[in-house]
Nanobody, 126 residues
Framework: QVQLVESGGGLVQAGGSLRLSCAASRRTFSSYAMGWFRQAPGKEREFVAAISWSGAYTYYADSVKGRFTISRDGGKNTVNLQMNKLEPEDTAVYYC???????????????????WGQGTQVTVSS
């Protein structure tokens, strides 16, 4: 059974920071590209950031570029999303996902991900 568990969400004021973590089972982590998506109330889920399983490549949505950083720690089987300069528009449920891929590949579409976490709420107040 593949499991992804997110943590680190919460309430923060605009301009603040949060760090989300996604813990993956050992069987999941290697050989899988990882990504973060988010879904705001009344909106479709959207891509936020992705990282290859080698960790060498990353990609960000334009809306978060320069503010968010995705990283992975193979030793701890975690993928993190450091979110700085948060804006009210960043309010959403954030999901991590794992997709089987090559070591240098990024997975940018939802359909490319095989496993999803349960989500963690991020609320940014103005």
């Amino acid at each position: 059974q593949v499991q992804l568990v997110e943590s680190g969400g919460g309430l923060v004021q605009a301009g603040g920071s949060l760090r989300l973590s996604c813990a993956a089972s050992r069987r999941t982590f290697s050989s899988y590209a990882m990504g973060w998506f988010r879904q705001a109330p009344g909106k479709e889920r959207e891509f936020v950031a992705a990282i290859s399983w080698s960790g060498a490549y990353t990609y960000y949505a334009d809306s978060v570029k320069g503010r968010f950083t995705i990283s992975r720690d193979g030793g701890k089987n975690t993928v993190n999303l450091q979110m700085n300069k948060l804006e009210p528009e960043d309010t959403a449920v954030y999901y991590c996902a794992a997709g089987l891929s090559g070591p240098q590949s990024l997975v940018l579409r939802e359909s490319g991900y095989n496993y999803w976490g349960q989500g963690t709420q991020v609320t940014v107040s103005s």
